[in-house]
């Protein structure tokens, strides 16, 4: 069924506990703001919904003021997503790399210190590993555009909106392919990441069909995990929200999926991470990158030149000292 052990990914996790608390702590006050922003603007459009015409105008102002606080931190957070990867996500990704490699870490407070030090140390400065992100995200939206996971094998026209629909689960399955790549620049202790990138990219193209199949089982564990969730948090949301609106289950469904997705991402997304960290790891043992995927990467993306345009360019940020309190098990 699958080649990862659950088991030995949430060891692995549970050794993190102080990133899980960090975690929790960032992705519950990001769902905190979405509920005071959407509060405060649904309250706001409210009372001025009563000065406008009309008996639903208060209704209508309470809709557009909790959807511009909807907006308003979902704009703040675009901007911060360079900041939440490079401090949060990248920090604890090289923790679990060194727990998968068998060697100890600090606890406590001084595991996020760690952390934080070891991609310093390999990326200098949060807009090197945000750049090296972004690349990979769009050399992989091209690879998958590439591949008809379905249609090479079933290509009969009556079933083309099913092998669609089946592809786009396929897609989705896969959205840890670049924490995972990152995981690789980590544990490669890469010197020019722009280079150990591309490598990392080809290495996961020549080998996709075996990761596809534990990604796509994973996926299916983790979205119905956040399902459940979800209807959990509807009652609480539910009772929010009509504190300021007597019908607006359109905000207690959005906010029911924030906290649920909050959830995933502070405490299922390090699982996640940890298993296809096993599978891939294993799976690209011993190989190099494979010249013909090299070759297809390269006429199918732009981004993927841009990786070799970058490596050729990479100019090294002088030596920082090692992070301390890390020894081999």
């Known amino acids: ?194 280079s150990t990138a591309r490598d990392g990219l080809i290495l996961f193209a020549q080998n996709y069909p075996h990761f596809l199949k534990n990604a796509a089982w994973l996926s299916v564990m983790m979205w119905v995990l956040t399902f459940l969730i979800f209807i959990v948090f509807l009652v609480p949301a539910a009772a929010f929200v009509t504190l300021f609106q007597s019908d607006a289950s359109y905000w207690t469904l959005a906010l029911a999926v924030v906290f649920a997705v909050a959830i995933k991402k502070a405490i299922m997304e390090p699982v996640a991470i940890a298993a296809l960290m096993q599978v891939y790891f294993k799976e690209i043992e011993g190989q190099s990158p494979n010249p013909e995927w090299t070759a297809r990467l390269e006429q199918a993306s732009t981004k993927f030149r841009d990786l070799a345009h970058k490596a050729s360019g990479w100019v090294p940020a002088p030596a920082a000292p090692p992070p301390t309190g890390a020894k081999p098990a």
Do not use: C
């Open 1 to 194: 069924m699958w080649d990862f052990s659950f088991n030995r990914a949430i060891g692995m996790v549970l050794q993190t506990l102080p990133f899980i608390v960090l975690r929790s702590v960032v992705y519950a006050g990001i769902a905190l703001a979405y509920v005071f922003t959407v509060g405060l603007g649904g309250a706001l459009g409210w009372g001025f919904g009563h000065l406008g015409a009309g008996l639903d105008a208060p209704a209508s102002g309470a809709l557009w003021g909790g959807a511009i606080g909807f907006g308003v931190v979902s704009i703040t957070l675009y901007f911060a997503r360079e900041y939440i990867l490079y401090l949060v996500k990248a920090a604890h990704i090289a923790v679990l790399v060194e727990i998968y490699e068998g060697h100890a870490v600090p606890a406590g407070h001084s595991q996020i210190g760690f952390g934080a030090a070891f991609v310093q140390t390999h990326f200098a400065e949060s807009s090197v590993l945000f750049g090296v992100d972004q690349l990979i995200k769009g050399v992989l939206r091209a690879l998958f555009g590439t591949i008809n996971f379905f249609s090479a094998f079933l290509p009969i026209p009556a079933l083309q909106s099913l092998i669609r629909m089946a592809e786009s689960f396929v897609r989705m399955s896969l959205t840890y392919v670049d924490e995972i790549i990152l995981a690789y620049l980590i544990r490669t202790k890469a010197e020019n990441p722009w």
